[in-house]
């Protein structure tokens, strides 16, 4: 069983940085496309940023340039390198990975259990 587990959230005055990790754990073959999305109260969850496994990154408009993606794939890992972080930033965010567990066996997406960021003005 393949589980994402997330580390690093918690609360951060306004300017302040964090920085999000996120582990594959479980067997599994390949790790393809991963991403950090995020869900505020009472809104939708949506993307924040995204890393191929060619290293190729998209980044939603309300982050780009304050926040950076990256992974290591030897470790199963994904970063997310927040700066100038602002009260609109205030979400749980979720870690997703897109794996194939088995050779020839179809890629799944995973997702992490979510982890609070707080941003206080």
């Known amino acids: 069983q393949v589980q994402l587990v997330e580390s690093g959230g918690g609360g951060v005055q306004a300017g302040g940085s964090l920085r999000l990790s996120c582990v594959a754990s479980?067997?599994?073959?390949?790790?393809?496309?991963m991403g950090w999305y995020r869900q505020a109260p009472g809104q939708q969850r949506e993307l924040v940023a995204s890393?191929?496994?060619?290293?190729?990154?998209n980044y939603s408009d309300s982050v780009k340039g304050r926040f950076t993606i990256s992974s290591d794939n030897a470790k199963r890992t994904v970063y997310l390198q927040m700066n100038s972080l602002e009260p609109e930033d205030r979400a749980v965010y979720y870690c997703?990975?897109?794996?194939?567990?088995?050779?020839?066996?179809?890629?799944?997406?995973?997702w992490g259990q979510g982890t609070q960021v707080t941003v206080s003005s």
């Open positions: 997703t990975m897109k794996i194939r567990r088995f050779s020839g066996l179809a890629i799944g997406t995973y």
């Open positions: 479980g067997r599994l073959s390949s790790i393809n496309d």
């Open positions: 890393i191929t496994s060619g290293g190729i990154t």
